[in-house]
């Protein structure tokens, strides 16, 4: 059985202090405190230094299915792509469109994604802007929220290649989830896994069976997409 840290920070605790002193009530009006109590009240210590906090956007992540697995490199004889570092990584920083087409072109092809499609993810979700930050708290250019962010390995969102190859390669788990369905996994994109599967849709004629279904915002992003991609 493994012993957590806690537990370990609660036995140096105890070890550290002197023994309780035995006090009669009539000289101090008080009980000494029962040995179980004071157990407790150190566990409770020791256990507050550790917490960790949830964030808002972490719980939705979890409630709409956002992605939670953690990604360990690409199978078969594909190679995981090593990005320098980029201008534009931090807020406040520029990258010229073309720059940023390049990249896309890159990654896509390496990870076996149309670049068109990622091409028009980045412009619905950021209009190619690096620097960009969601009033929900997404951020960079494919819009990733912190949580998925970390799934996916992303260190810095708004480093422009770091945070295309982590869209991308969402997108393409999401392409595979449904088998290359592109109006599923672009509504999976936007209103998260969880709210597509729960409604039954894993096929694009599902999706314009049931699209009223999904939130209007959702509507409109596929529709402004595949309108690009198709005509």
Do not use: C, W
């Not at 009530?25 to 009240?41: C, I, V």
């Not at 570092?85 to 469109?97: D, E, L, Q, V, Y």
């Not at 422009?160 to 109006?183: M, W």
Request: glycine share 8%; hydrophobic share 35%.
């Amino acid at each position: 059985m493994s012993i957590s840290p806690q537990y370990h920070a609660l036995i140096g605790a105890l070890q550290r202090m002197q023994p309780y002193p035995s006090l009669p009530d009539e000289q101090n009006g008080l009980a000494a405190l029962p040995q179980a109590d004071l157990f407790q009240d150190l566990l409770a210590q020791e256990m507050s230094k550790n917490q960790r906090v949830i964030s808002a956007e972490e719980i939705l992540a979890d409630l709409d299915g956002s992605p939670t697995y953690v990604y360990s490199g690409l199978s078969g004889d594909e190679e995981e792509l090593q990005e320098p570092a980029a201008s534009g990584s931090t807020p406040g920083g520029t990258i010229s469109r073309d720059a940023i087409m390049a990249k896309i072109n890159r990654i896509a092809t390496a990870y076996g994604v149309d670049p068109k499609l990622v091409r028009e993810v980045v412009r619905a979700e950021s209009n190619f802007n690096p620097n960009a930050v969601s009033r929900a708290g997404a951020k960079g250019l494919m819009q990733l929220m912190d949580s998925t962010a970390r799934s996916l390995h992303v260190q810095n969102p708004f480093n422009p290649d770091e945070n295309i190859r982590g869209g991308t390669l969402f997108l393409r788990k999401l392409l595979q989830k449904y088998d290359g369905n592109v109006k599923v996994a672009l509504a999976a994109y936007n209103a998260g896994p969880g709210r597509v599967d729960r409604l039954g849709i894993d096929t694009d004629e599902e999706f314009e069976a049931k699209a009223q279904q999904l939130p209007e915002e959702t509507q409109r992003y596929v529709d402004k997409i595949t309108s690009r991609l198709y005509g």
